[in-house]
């Protein structure tokens, strides 16, 4: 009877550790499924933008000044990537390097031979002249006939449908100019579509006008989303200053 005592507090301690045993058991299988379904949302969520992001990825790789460069911008990129993609409670479980693992794997689906030839054109082209007679070779190699051009667009057409195009060669995060340049030249010349293609990438201000005007903003390697469509082209009206010529 005198290890009674002994023997309780031996089954006290030993029910207590059990029970820190399962909660710690039971808290590691919730964040494991909290992590992963953060995972899936995110590839989900990544999925469609996957191949703008590598083109982007490659085109800050091909212009950075240096590796360190684009290192840093890159990063700085998956940081904003990972705020508008993870709300800020998830960001607890689902860190910084989770997500630069979640986007790899992203990545990893798409093959080599893709984004090499993505980047054909940036690469065979040195020069905007160079670029146009390149981009209209694949235009037409895909069922387009070039109708006429007008100054710096050219008007295509297929299926008697008729799309205007501007095909602007960078260096550089692409601006409004152009955008709204081919939303003009379509209001003008009665096209069903616009068009501006480019090696680059757009800033977000073009890429918000173009959204606001209906203008079809690709990259080179998207020509296979070049077809004709009924948009509703936004009136660009003139201005004074519109023969002023501004930085692409």
Request: glycine share 4%.
């Amino acid at each position: 009877m005198a290890n009674l005592p002994n023997l309780q507090s031996l089954a006290a301690m030993f029910a207590t550790c059990l029970t820190l045993w399962v909660t710690a058991v039971l808290l590691l299988l919730a964040y494991l499924h909290l992590h992963a379904r953060a995972a899936t949302r995110c590839r989900d969520k990544l999925g469609p933008y996957a191949e703008r992001l590598v083109i982007e990825k490659r085109w800050m790789e091909r212009h950075a000044r240096s590796r360190a460069e684009f290192e840093s911008r890159w990063d700085h990129e998956v940081r904003q990537l990972h705020k508008a993609h993870v709300s800020r409670p998830v960001r607890l479980i689902y860190r910084l390097n989770s997500f630069k693992r979640t986007l790899n794997a992203t990545f990893a689906p798409i093959l080599r031979d893709e984004v090499a030839s993505w980047t054909f054109a940036d690469r065979m082209s040195f020069s905007p002249a160079s670029y146009e007679k390149l981009m209209l070779r694949c235009i037409r190699s895909i069922g387009w006939r070039l109708d006429y051009q007008d100054g710096e667009h050219f008007v295509l057409i297929r299926d008697r449908k008729r799309v205007v195009v501007h095909l602007v060669w960078a260096d550089r995060d692409l601006e409004c100019l152009p955008v709204g340049e081919v939303a003009a030249a379509a209001n003008r010349i009665g096209c069903s579509a616009a068009y501006v293609i480019t090696n680059g990438r757009f800033s977000g201000a073009a890429s918000a006008m173009a959204k606001e005007m209906n203008v079809g903003a690709l990259h080179c390697s998207q020509l296979d989303l070049l077809a004709p469509r009924a948009v509703a082209l936004a009136v660009v009206r003139s201005t004074a200053r519109e023969t002023l010529r501004l930085a692409a």
